[in-house]
Nanobody, 124 residues
Framework: QVQLVESGGGLVQAGGSLRLSCAASGRAFRNYAMGWFRQAPGKEREFVAAIIWSGGSTDYADSVKGRFSISRDNAKNTVYLQMNSLKSEDTAVYYC?????????????????WGQGTQVTVSS
């Protein structure tokens, strides 16, 4: 069982930066691949970024490549999403999620555990 709690969301101007954190409970955190997803009003939940259990491999949605960076600290049971050069279209609720395997990292259905989400609002 893994419980996830996101933090770090807020209101930021376009071009600004935010760093999201996702704190996980349980010693099994280091065994899970982690992903970040987002959902804007009236839209489906979409993949943002994912990182393998060791941190040795990462993947990103095309819309955030070069602007966002995912990382993890297994000693702190935490995964991060550094978001730079934010745009108004990045406005959404951001969720972190955990999955046992890294084979289908962009598919929300592949994830076993989800956090409650944190709101990110980018003003233009």
């Amino acid at each position: 069982q893994v419980q996830l709690v996101e933090s770090g969301g807020g209101l930021v101007q376009a071009g600004g930066s935010l760093r999201l954190s996702c704190a996980a409970s349980g010693r099994a955190f280091r065994n899970y691949a982690m992903g970040w997803f987002r959902q804007a009003p009236g839209k489906e939940r979409e993949f943002v970024a994912a990182i393998i259990w060791s941190g040795g491999s990462t993947d990103y949605a095309d819309s955030v490549k070069g602007r966002f960076s995912i990382s993890r600290d297994n000693a702190k049971n935490t995964v991060y999403l550094q978001m730079n050069s934010l745009k108004s279209e990045d406005t959404a609720v951001y969720y972190c999620a955990a999955e046992k395997y890294y084979s289908d990292y962009a598919n929300p259905s592949a994830y076993d555990y989800w956090g409650q989400g944190t709101q990110v609002t980018v003003s233009s």
